[in-house]
Nanobody
Framework: QAQLVESGGDSVQAGGSLRLSCKPS????????????MAWFRQVPGKEREGIAG???????VYADSVKGRFTISQDSAKMLLYLQMENLEPEDTAIYYC????????????????????WGPGTQVAVCA
């Protein structure tokens, strides 16, 4: 069964850092860490799930304004892992963080549309204390 599994969520003080990881498993050989558009989303209870970072098959990245300059999305092809490095965390970053994969052709998906993404992980909780 194809699935994504996030890890690395924790409770930290404001100004701290965390690195989230996402590992795909159970996908066919056509799926590699660089074969499809991947992204990180986050959701606070009662609010819409928000796309915050995406990475294309060519390695190009995009970020939501709320995290630009503080978060970095990256991939490790050898380890088949997607990362989200989060620096200078703020209490407003408290949320459940999800990774996702799109089945759309390259350069067709956007982090502004949840419906562009087919596979989702169960999420990992990040809590930032003031």
């Amino acid at each position: 069964q194809a699935q994504l599994v996030e890890s690395g969520g924790d409770s930290v003080q404001a100004g701290g850092s965390l690195r989230l990881s996402c590992k795909p498993s159970g996908f066919t050989s056509a799926y590699t860490i660089r074969s499809h558009y991947m992204a990180w989303f986050r959701q606070v209870p009662g609010k819409e799930r928000e796309g915050i970072a995406g990475i294309e098959v060519d390695g190009s990245t995009v970020y939501a304004d709320s995290v630009k300059g503080r978060f970095t999305i990256s991939q490790d092809s050898a380890k088949m892992l997607l990362y989200l490095q989060m620096e200078n965390l703020e209490p407003e970053d408290t949320a459940i963080y999800y990774c996702a994969i799109s089945n759309l052709p390259p350069h067709m998906a956007t982090i502004t549309l949840r419906t562009d993404f087919t596979y989702w992980g169960p999420g990992t909780q990040v809590a930032v204390c003031a």
